[in-house]
Each structure stands twice: as C-alpha cells, then as structure tokens.
C-alpha cells in the first residue's frame, strides 16, 4: 500500500527522472526503463501515475510550462504596471530563465516540440504556450506602441526567442546573457520606429 502524501513526490521524482533520460539518452531512447531506473522506483508506478512515457511526458512539459508561468510571475510582481519595457524584458528573463535553460529542459523542449506535430495533447500544450507568449508581450508592447505594431512587434520578438531558444539549444546551451541582449536590442529597433 502507498505512504499517504507521496503522490506529489513520486510524481516530481518520475518527471524529473524523464527530464534527465531525456537529456542523457534522447527521447525516442528514453523508456519507461530508463527513467523508472534514474528515479529508483519500480517501472509499474510510471503506468500506475502517468499510464506510461506519453503520459510521462505530456506531465513533463506541463511541469516545465508551470515553472515558466511562475518565472514570469515573479518577474512581472517586481516591476510597475505601467513600465511596458521592464513588463517585456520580464517576458524575456523568464523564457530564459535558469530552469528552462538547463541542458535536459532545452532537450526537453526540443524533443516536446517535434512531438507537438504528431501528438494531439502536446499540440495543444504548445498553442497555449505560443499564445500566453505573445498575449503577454503584447499586453507590455500595447503601452509603448500602436497596436497594429505591437501586434508585430510582439509576433518578431516571440520568433526571436524561439529562435534563439532552437539554435542554443541545438548548439548545446543558450547563452542567456546574449539573449537577453539580443532581444533588448530588438525591443530599442521597434520603440525607435513606433511612429511609422
């Protein structure tokens, strides 16, 4: 019989376990082995939780998108309502923020989004990702732009950090610092030409 109150711990344990196979091994060779052996449970608890690896990680990206949603928040609480450019580079901070950048969370994301193509459920996980992120870049652009060109500016800057999100992660690690910078510099090019 399981111990009270271990659900939550086991259900942390397994997704990040995936989040490390992930990173070792590559998802197509990452099993319900693989991760069951990196957690130190029995296989069985991973279909008896997340009723096997889909499961598994459909609950991991979901785990890392709860993480992005609280980086953001506490971000976005430090900064004035009305700053729209500390409102965007808290967009920013958070989508490059230390638990998202770590090697098995970028190889994590990357293997998330080519499952996102054929899997449903994680198609669906990454609309609302794409969404959240350009309602709140536009939300913060709408104070320092016309719409119409917050709407673009929102939709270049979003392409731009998954840009740089695809090729850091692909090159082996994101520097963050370059990030950060490269989108700054973006958020000054669009603010310069707010009258156009």
């Given at each position: ?28 060779n990452t099993t ?123 939709q270049g800057l ?39």
């Open positions: 019989m399981p111990k009270v109150g271990m659900q939550p711990v086991r259900r942390r344990q397994l997704i990040e376990a995936t989040l490390s196979s992930i990173d070792q091994h590559g998802l197509h319900i082995v693989t991760i069951s052996r990196l957690a130190g449970v029995s296989s069985g608890i991973i279909s008896h939780y997340f009723g096997g690896k889909n499961g598994l990680l459909e609950a991991s990206m979901r785990h890392l998108l709860k993480e992005l949603g609280n980086a953001y928040q506490a971000r976005a609480a430090l900064v004035d309502r009305d700053d729209g450019q500390a409102r965007v580079m808290a967009v920013v901070d958070a989508n490059f923020d230390r638990v998202q950048t770590s090697p098995a969370a970028c190889k994590t994301w990357l293997a998330f989004w080519a499952e996102a193509m054929h899997q449903p459920e994680l198609a669906r996980l990454q609309r609302v990702n794409a969404k959240r992120l350009l309602s709140h870049l536009r939300g913060a652009l709408r104070t320092l732009l016309p719409a119409p060109r917050a709407q673009l500016a929102a979003a392409a731009l950090i998954d840009g740089i999100w695809l090729r850091g992660a692909l090159e082996g690690g994101i520097d963050t610092a370059q990030a950060k910078a490269l989108c700054r510099d973006y958020l000054q090019q669009q603010l310069r030409y707010k009258d156009s």
